[in-house]
């Protein structure tokens, strides 16, 4: 079969869903992902470095960046900016790639608006109980940085039906595996093959004609 063209995945999830494992784990162990790196105009975080983890850029460059048309999609998410440089996407989704992008919510229907052949994951814990013991586990946040994620996370679950698939992370390793999973049988899915569809109705137009 000829390669095709790669997809766009879109992940999004409560901060300490585990997103970030289960996307790590994807790249590592199948060549097939690319995962996007996106900018951003918060502050680096310790142990953060730029250009691996985000591209750390001001607000202006980041302005800018909108007005040219750099980015295919952006939000604002606690008094910063996140987006999605185009130019990587591209060129991956080119090179047969499935490109993972892990944004929020404001992101994840823009692009679903601009690209809809994309695919949407919404990655949850279990239970909010297990949210909120892994919020705590982290020990990097003080209870009012865990209450406020807790209540964000309230607000987000009312977003999950935009998605098209959840992933119940109860376990890294099996979520990661059916993650892969679902990402190769939505691939399947007519909309994502239009080109092959036109092809083969051709080809049986064509064959008739011969006939
Ligand atoms: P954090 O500051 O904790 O790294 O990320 C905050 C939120 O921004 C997370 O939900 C993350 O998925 C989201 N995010 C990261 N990059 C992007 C992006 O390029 N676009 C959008 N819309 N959201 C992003």
Not at 32 to 56: C, H, N
Not at 68 to 96: F, K, M, S, W
């Amino acid at each position: 079969m000829t390669e095709r063209r790669g997809i766009l995945v879109v992940v999004s999830g409560f901060a300490g869903a585990g997103k970030g494992t289960i996307m790590k784990k994807l790249v590592s162990e199948y060549d097939r992902y690319a995962l996007s790196i996106s900018m951003t105009t918060r502050s680096p975080r310790p142990e953060e470095v730029d250009g691996r983890e985000y591209f750390f850029i001001s607000k202006e460059q980041f302005e800018q960046n909108i007005k040219d048309g750099l980015l295919i999609e952006h939000a604002l998410y606690c008094d910063n900016y996140y987006g999605t440089p185009r130019r990587y996407v591209e060129q991956q989704l080119d090179a047969g790639k499935d490109v993972i992008l892990e944004i929020e919510i404001q992101g994840a229907l823009q692009i679903k608006k601009r690209f809809p052949e994309a695919l949407l994951l919404f990655v949850t814990p279990p239970s909010a109980e297990e949210l909120q013991r892994r919020l705590i586990g982290r020990g990097t946040e003080t209870p009012e940085v865990i209450a406020k994620r807790m209540r964000r996370a309230g607000e987000e679950s009312e977003g999950i039906e935009q998605y098209d698939y959840i992933v119940i992370n109860d376990d890294a390793d099996r979520a990661t595996e059916e993650t892969h999973r679902i990402i190769q049988c939505a691939k399947n899915a007519p909309l994502r093959n239009n080109d092959f569809i036109n092809l083969i109705r051709n080809q049986l137009k064509a064959l008739a004609k011969g006939e």
